[in-house]
Every structure is written in C-alpha cells, then in structure tokens.
C-alpha cells in the first residue's frame, strides 16, 4: 500500500512539472496584448541607451504559446476573464528582445493611468488609474518605479496631503520642478462643484457636464522633489490645485510638454471627447462630440491659452497616444467614434509646432502598422535620432470585432518610415474583445492612403492677431490658487 502510494505522488509530481514546464510564459513572445498599457522609455544606470518599459493595460491571462506540446507561435490564453494588468516588461533596443521585469510590492493591475518619466528618465511616476472596467473602481494612489540595473526594479508608494479625486484617463506629465496632473474621470461629485465655480469666473463657457457625467476639468501639481526623496519626514508632498481648464469636460485627451523658441515649455492638451446633450454613456444611441484642438498650458502664469492652427489639421480624435519629438507634440492613432468601423480607428500621425502654429501630417512611406485606439505610445532616442514608439492597442481588422496587440513599432520623422521591432504573437484566435473568435494576422499592413481616412481633414485659419501665443488667455480664478479643503480618496 505504502509503495502504491510513493508511485502516485511521483506520478503527480511528474505531471506537475511537466504542467508547470509548459505553462510558463515563453520569454521571447514578449509581452501579452492588452489596450492602454503605460509606455515609457528609460534611463538605467549601467546600461548603454535607453530600453522601453511597459506596464498594465487591459487583457488576458496569457501563459504560454499555443498549439501542440505548447509549441506554436502565438501567446495561448490561459484564462477567459478579462484582467487588469501588473505585469512589467523591457525592451532593449540593442538586442530586440522582451524580458520581464520583476519586482516585490506594487500597484493593482491597471488600466487608464497617468505616468511620467523622472529625473532624466531614470525613474517611473504613475498616478491613478482603473482596477476594474467601471471607473467606480478608479484610483488616486501615486507610485515611483526604479529599474535596476540587473534587470529588476522597485515599486515604491508615496503617500501625500489634500490628493485630488480618484479618476482615469487622466495626463500626467513632469516639468523641472513639478509634476501635472490634468483632467479625466471619476465617480466622485467634487469635479461638479469646481465646474461651476469655474463657470462663475468664466461665464462665456459654452459646455455645460451632462446629468450624471463625471468627466474632470481640474488641474493639480505637486513637487516633484518631495515625491521623489526616499523618506519625506512627517511632511507629507502635498497637492496643489491649479487654474481649471476653460473649455468643458472632457476626456480621452493627451498631453505632453512643448518648447516654444524662447526656451519657455507648456503642456499642451490635444483632442478628447464628451457626451453630446441628451446621451447616456454607452448607451443605444449616445452621440459624442469629438475634439482636435490644441490647448497650452503656463505653469509659471498659471494659465490656459487655446493655440491657433493654420492650415490642415488631424481629424477629433480620443484614446490616442502623443509625445513630444524635437520640441514638436506627435499624436498617433485614436478613434473618430464609436462606431465598430475600419473607418473609426486611424493609424495617421501629425506633430503641431508651437513656433510656425501648424499642423504636419507625416504620411509613411512602406509598411506601417495597422490602425488602433488606446495604444501605448512614447518618445524614445533610437540610432542616433528622436523617434516615435508605439506598442499594443486595440484595433478593427475590417470587421465589428475588436482585436488586441502587443506589437512594438517605432517612426522615424526624417524618414517618415515605420520600423516593426517586435511583431504580435497574440493568438488571433484568442486575442479579441469579448471572447470573439477571429482569425486574423496582425503583421505589419500597407501604409493607409489619404481618402480611406474619411472626414479626417479639416482646414482652419487665424481668424484674430494674438499675442505671441494664444487667441484667448484664460487665468485661474481666486479661488482656484487657494488651498482646497482635504479630500482623501
């Protein structure tokens, strides 16, 4: 009896390892696909150049490649819920390969954060964000990451004073001396009380938030000194609000700092979107109004300013990415609705010069990669020039059915040329929103042509002079440079 059961926990061992062998995630197929992931480049001491980090995102459980003996050329799906991400990944550039990054304690699995770079790119900073789909589950925690040389790095969590309100889809971005937080959504109602104290000190608003929307137009900084030092005391880094944004909720926006040629730098918000009046969210019917207008941001004045553009400019967009290249701000892909449409999803990419106050479509030449929303997208310093690097997103292969990646490409501005530095090896069977079936091959696609983006040009004019900058400038109100009351979320 006693030998009959040494044999079966042998056996069980066997089966257990041979489990585990083919379970493991295969390093070399790279991240899994996933939407809205936090793209960074970094700096790591030791190493030569920058690699690109990513992290969280929405998608799957995937452990391992699929087909026979676990031996295929896609990412197999280990589990059929969709999951909130906290895995982390680099990738260096020298070598073209994907390697996981592991640390001890961290953030929930995400998705719709804001995050930053730091301190010449050496560190991570990554504020909110969502735990689940609803944005009842949106969070307000700040988080400082630092990779390590070896491979590895270090998550660590900065408690602070008066944090603004849980939200998603948020910006946030880093100058000298501060970090900026802008915008998105929440489920908390003070955004409804600064609107309209807002509106009080700027009647002229021609958007007015919807019943029961929870759209964010508040802009906060703290020091990004007292984030970063290892321990703060008893003083606690603590929040500032900063002069609201003027033109209505919305969200889905980017923002990314600019230098204008005095050397002076602003955020400059692009595009986002809000319900049109009478809708409901995800609703039957809802209409959104999408926007492409550029707004700069004055840290030192405090102060919005809405920047003209002359000439074509890049169709209303959300959920695209953006970066800044050369003093320039690039913005790639996005969506134009909600429709499940090729025609919704876009793939263009556009820099707008604060100097001349002009758009530039940079149409690619030769292959570029297929058109998607809610990507993860960064400046990253490559062969010896600024380039553009996009990784991962959503998007619609010619069907209703959305598709996830995890391809990593980055775009040359001088050449105007894609290159495809990591192809997706998501099974196509298993990498679709909802648990659609699709097969469908996510390699690189022919560079789209101008008329398949269907309304995505708009020619504008200065219709006024301005003052150096903007048509309209926008100061904060009183009340906005007080300290508000604690809220702690």
């Not at 676990?70 to 073209?96: A, I, P, Q, Y």
């Not at 995800?282 to 102060?303: C, K, P, R, T």
């Not at 967009?317 to 090729?342: C, F, M, P, V, W």
Request: hydrophobic fraction near 35%; charge should be positive; glycine fraction near 10%.
């Amino acid at each position: 009896m006693a030998r009959l059961t040494w044999i079966l926990v042998e056996l069980l061992l066997v089966r257990h390892l041979f489990a585990t062998k083919k379970n493991d995630v295969s390093l070399d197929l790279g991240p899994p696909c996933r939407k809205s992931p936090l793209l960074a480049a970094l700096n790591v001491s030791g190493s030569h150049g920058q690699m690109l980090v990513v992290y969280s995102g929405k998608g799957w459980a995937w452990t391992a490649r699929n087909g026979k003996g676990g031996k295929g050329k896609h990412h197999r799906k280990e589990k059929k819920k969709v999951m909130f991400l906290s895995d982390m990944w680099r990738f260096h550039l020298d070598t073209n390969q994907w390697h996981p990054i592991k640390y001890g304690d961290g953030p929930l699995g995400r998705w719709k954060e804001g995050a930053a770079a730091v301190r010449n790119n050496s560190k991570l900073v990554l504020m909110g964000g969502c735990t689940e789909t609803s944005v009842k589950f949106a969070r307000n925690d700040l988080w400082v990451f630092t990779p390590w040389p070896g491979g590895g790095g270090a998550w660590r969590r900065v408690q602070t004073a008066n944090p603004p309100v849980p939200r998603r889809g948020h910006v946030l971005v880093a100058n000298r001396s501060h970090l900026i937080m802008f915008g998105g959504k929440t489920t908390h109602r003070l955004e409804e009380r600064a609107f309209h104290e807002m509106e009080e000190d700027i009647p002229d608003l021609e958007y007015t938030p919807q019943p029961g929307e929870k759209c964010l137009v508040d802009l906060w900084v703290i020091s990004k000194d007292e984030v970063l030092a290892d321990d703060s005391g008893d003083r606690l880094p603590r929040w500032h609000q900063g002069a609201p944004f003027p033109a209505g909720c919305r969200w889905g926006g980017t923002g990314s700092f600019i230098r204008d040629y005095l050397g002076k730098k602003y955020l400059a918000m692009f595009g986002g979107r809000h319900l049109s009046a009478g809708s409901a969210e995800h609703q039957d019917g809802s209409v959104y109004v999408y926007y492409n207008d550029v707004w700069l941001y004055d840290f030192s004045e405090d102060a919005w300013y809405e920047a003209p553009a002359k000439g074509a400019r890049p169709c209303p967009r959300d959920h695209h990415g953006a970066a800044t290249l050369n003093d320039k701000l690039y913005i790639y892909g996005g969506r134009q609705s909600e429709l499940r449409s090729g025609h919704s999803v876009l793939g263009d990419v556009w820099s707008y010069d604060i100097n001349t106050l002009t758009w530039t479509e940079h149409v690619p030449v030769g292959l570029a990669p297929s058109a998607r929303f809610m990507p993860g997208v960064s400046d990253i310093f490559y062969q010896g020039a600024q380039h553009l690097a996009v990784f991962a997103g959503e998007t619609l292969p010619g069907s209703t059915k959305r598709t996830t990646l995890n391809d990593l490409w980055v775009f040359n501005p001088a050449s105007a040329m894609w290159m495809e530095l990591a192809a997706s090896t998501c099974h196509e069977k298993l990498a679709v929103e909802e648990e659609e079936e699709l097969s469908w091959s996510t390699q690189g696609s022919p560079a789209p042509s101008r008329d398949r983006e269907i309304g995505c040009l708009a020619v504008v004019f200065c219709l006024a002079p301005m003052a150096y900058l903007g048509i309209k400038r926008f100061a904060a109100p009183a009340r906005a440079r007080e300290m508000k009351q604690p809220f702690l979320g």
